[in-house]
């Protein structure tokens, strides 16, 4: 399954990521993961990827979908994949499907997390964690028994700057630009589906695999058909072959036994004519012994 996830800040997608990826056994693939292991390898796009990076730019669309075409191709991902935080714009996705064109392998899901704006800013900007244990508290959702404090080691709990209220609303702001128009893109191609981040994470998951496996149901269905179609192609040329062989061996037999005949009968005609040039000299001896008797 070939799937592109999205999902604002806070939506809970990275968490289901990581539950498609334990039931269906397909690779999560994200932006940052794919640009640390490029610099880390110190590949081409890599180096190019890190002169941006430290210069404080964005590395171009350029760079990030040649990466992405590489890991791609590799072996864990010919069986589907999760994108995570891919593509960002229009340009990014319009690139990556004519990528997977040129695969043979087309996106088949864009799946879509949502979840009201209040709900994100309350779960983002209640956000808490435990700096030794990094367990995370969210203090509208699920808070800490003590306030402020981390229920097993007491310690006092972290709140990121980047969770402040007006950081948060200008990440959601960004968010809403730039995920609309991809909304609106895959919806186009009839490759949207819907599902809502509220809830228990069980219940969202259950409601996600619901969407997966009905997207799988009928490309199961199709692959059985061709698969049978193929074996009854190669069932016949079996057959065929079969056929053929037994009708050359039938010639090959026929062709045989009309030699030995011919042989047979060139033996028997040779036999013949020793037999009468025996019979001449014999008949010739004994004329010529009368001859002498004669004589005498």
Do not use: W
Request: hydrophobic content about 40%; proline content about 4%; charged content about 35%.
């Amino acid at each position: 399954m070939r799937i592109v996830l999205l999902g604002a800040p806070g939506s809970g997608k990275g968490t289901q990521a990581k539950l498609l990826i334990e039931k269906f056994k397909i690779p999560q693939i994200s932006t940052g993961d794919i640009l640390r292991e490029a610099v880390a390898g110190r590949s081409e796009l890599g180096k190019r990827a890190k002169q941006a990076m430290d210069a404080g730019d964005l590395v171009s669309d350029h760079v990030v979908l040649g990466i992405m075409q590489d890991r791609l191709t590799r072996p864990d991902a010919r069986g589907g994949f999760i994108l995570d935080g891919f593509p960002r714009n229009i340009p990014q996705a319009q690139a990556l499907d004519a990528t997977l064109a040129r695969l043979g392998k087309p996106l088949q899901l864009a799946l879509l997390v949502d979840v009201d704006k209040e709900v994100l800013m309350k779960r983002l900007t209640g956000r808490r964690i435990a700096p030794s244990t990094g367990t995370i508290y969210n203090i509208y959702f699920k808070p800490p028994k003590v306030p402020g404090r981390d229920d097993k080691t007491g310690e006092v709990l972290h709140h990121r700057p980047d969770d402040n209220e007006e950081a948060v609303r200008n990440r959601l702001k960004v968010y809403e630009e730039k995920s609309a128009p991809l909304v609106s893109y895959y919806k186009a191609q009839g490759k949207l589906r819907t599902v809502r981040g509220i809830g228990s994470i069980g219940d969202i998951f259950s409601n996600i695999c619901s969407i997966v496996e009905a997207q799988i149901r009928p490309l199961a269905a199709a692959m059985a058909a061709t698969r049978a179609v193929v074996a009854q192609a190669k069932g016949k040329a079996v057959a065929s072959k079969a056929a053929k062989k037994a009708a050359k061996k039938k010639v090959v037999k026929k062709v045989k036994k009309k030699t030995k005949k011919v042989k047979v009968k060139k033996k028997a005609k040779k036999v013949k004519v020793i037999k009468k040039v025996a019979k001449k000299k014999k008949a010739k001896k004994k004329a010529k012994v009368r001859k002498a008797k004669k004589t005498k």
